[in-house]
C-alpha cells in the first residue's frame, strides 16, 4: 500500500499524517511525506540564493522535527516513511507521484497554514478533491483517530456504482472491520424511481461480502440529515462519489452553520472513477 501525505507543516496537516498511521496500522504501507513549495519567487534586491537557502533550511529543519513527532509515536514495523521536497505547481507535482509511486491513497487536512477559517476545505484539498483521480482522505481539524467501525455512504441511488468505487470502498470497509451504512436522504417521503431501485438492487448485490445496512431519512436539507445520521449511529467516517458534484457542494463544501459540526470532526473518504 503507498500513501501520498502532502504537508505544510501545520498543525492540521500533522493531524491528518497522525489519522493516516493509525487508520492504515494494520496494513504494510510506504508513507510518502511531500512539501511542494508553489509560491513565486519574491523579488528582492539582497543575494536571492541567501533567501532561497533559508526557505530551503527551514523546510529540512520542519522535516526534522515532524520525522522526531513520528518516531515518539508507537513503532509500526509495517510502515515505512520517504520524505521529500519539491518546488512546482502543486497539482501537477501531486499527479507526479501518484503515478510514479503507483499511490493508493492521498490524505489531507481540510486547512494548511491560510487558516482561511470561513472555507470548509482548503484550496489546494479541493483542488486535489477535483483534480486527482486518486481515493483520498480528508482529515478535519478537530478529527482525532477512533476505531472506524461504521463508514457512511449518502447517496441518491440516481448514479451506476462503478467497480472500481465499490472495490476501494470494500478495501477500506476491510482496514478496520468496519461496516458500511448506505443513507438515501429525501425532503419528502416518496418512492424511488425505476432508476434508483435497480442501483439501489445493485448496490446491495456488490455489498455482500461486507457487513452493511441501508437506510432512509426523510430531512429538510442534505447537511442536516448526515449531522443527525453522524450523531445517532457513531459514524467515525462518511465516503462520498467524487462525480456526484451536488452531493459535494451541500456536504463537504458547504459553508460553516452553528448546528452542523461533522465537516470538523469526521474524516471524508473521496472516492474516483
Known sequence: MNILLPTDFSQNSWNAIAYAVDFFKNIHANFYIIHINDQEP?????????????KSNTVIQSFQLLLQKLQ?????????????????????????????????????????????????????????????????LVIPENARFRSVSEIAFP????????????????RVSHFNNSALSVLYVSKKSEELSEIQQNNKLFLQGQLQDI????????????EEAVQSFVVQHEVRMIAMMAKNLNFFQHILFHPIAKKISYHKEIPFLVLHE
Do not use: W
Not at 457487513?211 to 442534505?222: A, E, I, N, Q, R
Open 72 to 136: 515518539q509515536q508507537k513503532t509500526n514495523t509495517k510502515h515505512h516513511f520517504y520524505t521529500s521536497i519539491e518546488d512546482g505547481n502543486f497539482i501537477e507535482s501531486i499527479r507526479l507521484h501518484v503515478a510514479e509511486k503507483h499511490i493508493n491513497f492521498i490524505v489531507m487536512g481540510t486547512q494548511g497554514n491560510s487558516n482561511f477559517k470561513e472555507a470548509t476545505v482548503g484550496s489546494h484539498t479541493t483542488d486535489v478533491i477535483t483534480k486527482v483521480k486518486c481515493p483520498i
Open 42 to 54: 519574491e523579488e528582492v534586491i539582497s543575494d536571492g540564493s541567501v533567501i532561497e537557502k533559508k
Open 211 to 222: 457487513p452493511h445496512s441501508f437506510h432512509y431519512k426523510v430531512d429538510s436539507t442534505l
Open 155 to 170: 447517496t441518491d441511488f440516481n448514479t451506476r456504482y462503478k467497480t472500481k468505487i465499490l472495490s476501494t470502498l470494500k
